[in-house]
């Protein structure tokens, strides 16, 4: 039995893709679980209410040796603690490719996309397998969460496309209207602790000697998480402490207005930030304009300005 599960803090992506692309294994033959390397966010618990699914299992500790299948990332730090351990079998992922090593010949599949879901539609048209109801409504609802409706720069044709395909098979008449309802769904923040806020979509990525902490929330409502900036500061302090990061940025995106401002917490991150982007901190934000994707913004600028 493969394991198949998506990263760490996970997003609707991360969750739905491991929920199709085991299903999607075990109709061609190769019996997989679905698993979740974390909470899933107010998102997607929304889209998995709406699919009438639950959401996967937490993934126990695997034995050594087990085989795994990764989607929506493939970055040690991004994925189960013991990686080192399993047996990495298949890879499918549209990020850029960071440490993985295999411990045999595996099945990596690898495309400049803007979701993990247009990449396992093409997966059913290259095994001839339709795409269920169920699978359509999971896949549909993670390029729309990805791409942020297609606003953002990762957006390729091939994402739209796909969402266009896929709604009529999951009964979405009004993908724009699903759209509005998942996003109100990820705003509606209530009073989630701070820690929870900063944690609920962040990576760890190594920059030449540095470890930094990359947190995202995306909103529609970003007064909301302006009003809790104090508590929020406070979080990534203690997060930078306690995991001994180089530099922590927890980057509040707009969706409907796709802006970008990102908290700063010290004088190291302002430095950063005013290298990498061109842009001085104000107080203890930085506006950094139209860069929304952290994955295909924030961290090529990142990496550049460490590798100088
Ligand atoms: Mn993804």
């Not at 266009?164 to 979405?172: K, M, N, Q």
Request: negative net charge; contains cysteine; aromatic residues 6%.
């Amino acid at each position: 039995m493969i394991s198949v599960f998506g990263h760490l803090n996970p997003d609707t992506d991360a969750i739905t893709a491991a929920l199709v692309y085991a299903h999607l294994l075990s109709r061609s033959g190769t019996p997989a679980t679905a698993y979740r390397l974390g909470e899933p966010n107010q998102e997607t618990a929304f889209v998995l209410r709406q699919a009438g699914m639950q959401a996967p299992e937490l993934l126990p500790t695997l034995p050594a040796g087990s085989p795994v299948a990764l989607v929506d990332h493939n970055e040690a730090a991004q994925s189960a603690p013991n990686l080192a351990d399993l047996d990495v079998r298949y890879v499918v992922d549209h990020h850029k490719l960071g440490d993985l090593t295999t411990a045999q010949p595996a099945y990596l599949r690898f495309e400049p996309l803007g979701c993990t879901a247009t990449l396992l539609l093409k997966l059913h048209r290259e095994a001839g397998l339709s795409v269920e109801p169920t699978d359509a409504r999971l896949l549909l609802s993670a390029v729309l969460s990805d791409t942020l409706e297609f606003r953002s720069p990762t957006t390729t044709d091939a994402d739209r496309e796909a969402a266009a395909f896929l709604a009529p098979i999951a009964g979405v008449d009004d993908v724009t209207a699903y759209a509005m309802q998942m996003f109100a769904a990820k705003s509606d923040l209530g009073d989630t602790p701070a820690e929870r806020l900063l944690k609920m979509d962040y990576k760890e990525f190594t920059f030449g000697a540095q470890q930094w902490g990359l947190g995202v929330i995306e909103t529609t409502n970003p007064g909301y998480v302006f009003g809790r900036q104090a508590e929020l500061i406070a979080a990534m302090q203690a997060e930078k402490v306690a995991s001994g990061l180089g530099g922590i940025l927890l980057s509040v995106v707009d969706i409907l207005g796709e802006t970008n401002r990102t908290l700063i917490v010290s004088g190291a991150e302002a430095e950063v930030v005013k290298g990498a982007f061109g842009v001085e901190a104000e107080g203890q934000v930085a506006d950094l304009g139209q860069l929304i994707s952290r994955k295909k913004q924030i961290v090529p600028a990142l990496e550049a300005y460490f590798s100088k």
